[in-house]
């Protein structure tokens, strides 16, 4: 059952087993900018084409997609993000910068995401 709630209404919307959670949302891991810059992000969205020109509007720089994951539902990839963020602020050769950026270490020559299963990302 899915609990809906707009306003102060609140509805239970009840799933049969064949219904499904629509999954359409993604995690992404980006290059910002050159190589040499170092600088990596981690996000999530709906639709890979506006967030990048978004970024690219934003950072006034290029920007490489250097992995996107297969689509989830919105909830999964949240946490995904999350729980990723979290593990990189706590491992050596990631600083954390605000906008869930980091520079990473240039001898760091690949990360790892977890999902479902563990991504490998060589960059």
Not at 59 to 65: G, M, N, R, S
Not at 104 to 109: A, C, D, K, L, W
């Amino acid at each position: 059952n899915l609990l809906l709630t707009i306003g102060r209404r609140r509805c239970i919307i009840e799933l049969s087993k064949g219904d499904k959670m629509e999954k359409k949302d993604f995690v992404y891991f980006i290059r910002i900018g050159e190589p040499e810059e170092n600088l990596y992000k981690i996000g999530t969205t709906n639709n890979m084409d506006r967030r990048m020109k978004e970024h690219r509007r934003y950072y006034k720089k290029e920007i490489a997609v250097l992995w996107q994951s297969p689509p989830y539902s919105k909830w999964t990839t949240l946490r995904v993000e999350e729980n990723t963020k979290e593990i990189w602020k706590k491992t050596e050769g990631f600083e954390y910068l605000r906008n869930d950026r980091f520079i990473i270490n240039p001898e760091i020559r690949q990360v790892k995401i977890k999902v479902r299963k563990e991504w490998v990302i060589d960059f």
